[in-house]
């Protein structure tokens, strides 16, 4: 089981019935992806497991209905094209009319350095634009949801505490920010996932604040939360790994200290589902959580902020109103420049 554990939170006893609702899991098909997608399934939500391996989602999905559970389907997405993002969407919304829960769960992690030919690198394609799109597409059948009577509306952002090893304080004026290559880093590949995670909180938390401040009632009532599911064991089943015939042997040497990714989806269960995230929504809206469901200042650039989470309490200190106004302005500067490169490629 690891060093992780949660006594305050378990899907199985807290998550409320899900019946007659719809979720939409990306990276469903396998580790804390395919966690969430059971997790959902077993409290009655229709989940659609949206990936791009369709053999590997139907083996998912009959591994799944081996335990009774019927309500999950596949929908295929290949999110290092966001145009594939809004083809699914597409997809999505001519078979359902609502959505009450969306997890952008999959992500690239340990990538070479490629530039797409939309002139972006593969991982924020995959960790940030992609997810973007979606997000936009599915906005209409999330505000058609939203507006009916006691719906409970949520997008989900899986981040990582990998964001808080971001060296300095990056802003995302223009593409060629979101293109760093992190050579200046001892480990450039993890340093560019880091980046990603650090967008992905951004991105949640501007996208929380434009919804809430719509002056659509619907769309208000929709909220955005990021999450970070702790240190958990998918590492060896990371294709890199299977391909040098090292899964046992990473899984040997991580399990003790890992969580297993059925525990590993708690924090994600939690923010899209619990009901004290629906009853203080603005507490939670835009708010970033750590295992289980302890919300926490997503900031930091040093080993203390890494080491020691800041719980976020009702009063501010002078120096939290200010970072939660460097938040704002980062987020909305990333927001725009996402918004520029869709619109002058068409997307």
């Known amino acids: 089981m690891g060093i992780f554990s949660s006594k305050a939170f ?5 998550t409320p019935d899900l019946t007659g609702k719809v979720a939409l899991v990306t ?7 395919y966690a969430t997608v059971e997790h959902l399934a077993r409290k009655g ?13 139907e083996a998912a999905i009959a591994k799944l209905k081996a335990l009774g559970l019927e309500h999950v389907v596949w929908l295929e997405l290949d999110l290092s094209d966001p145009r594939n ?3 699914a969407a597409q997809e999505f919304t001519n078979k359902e009319n609502r959505l009450d829960i969306l997890i952008h769960n999959a992500a690239a992690v340990f990538e070479t350095y490629e ?19 979606l997000t936009r597409e599915l906005l209409p059948v999330l505000k058609n949801t939203a507006s009916q009577p006691e719906s409970d509306v949520r997008v989900v952002v899986i981040s990582s505490d990998g964001h808080k090893l971001v060296r300095g304080k990056p802003r995302f004026k223009t593409i ?3 293109n760093d290559d992190c050579s200046y880093s001892w480990t450039p590949s993890f340093a560019r996932y880091c980046l990603s995670k650090l967008t992905n909180v951004l991105y949640a938390f501007e996208l929380n604040r434009r919804l809430a401040s719509s002056p659509d009632p619907a769309e208000s009532r929709i909220m955005a939360i990021s999450v970070h599911p702790g240190f958990v064991n998918t590492f060896s089943q990371k294709p890199e790994i299977a391909r040098l015939h090292l899964s046992l042997l990473v899984g040997l040497l991580v399990s003790p ?8 989806a708690y924090n994600t269960v939690f923010a899209a589902a619990a009901p004290v995230v629906r009853r203080e929504r603005e507490k939670y809206g835009g708010g970033y959580l750590v295992p289980v469901g302890k919300l926490v200042r997503p900031d930091g650039t040093s080993w ?15 120096e939290e109103i200010e970072e939660e106004r460097e938040l704002d302005e980062r987020g909305r500067e990333l927001w725009d420049t996402v918004e520029k490169f869709l619109k002058e490629k068409g997307i």
């Open 10 to 14: 378990n899907p199985e006893r807290d």
């Open 257 to 264: 200290f890992a969580a297993t990714p059925e525990l590993g």
């Open 304 to 318: 203390s902020s890494w080491l020691w989470d800041r719980e976020v309490t009702d009063s501010k200190e002078k």
């Open 176 to 178: 060629e920010d979101l």
């Open 27 to 33: 990276g469903g098909n396998a580790g804390i992806g």
């Open 45 to 57: 939500a229709k989940v659609y497991m949206a990936s791009r391996n369709k053999e590997k989602a």
């Open 85 to 87: 993002a809004k083809t």
């Open 115 to 133: 530039i797409m030919p939309d002139g972006v690198q593969r991982i924020m394609v995959v960790n940030l634009i992609s997810p973007f799109v």
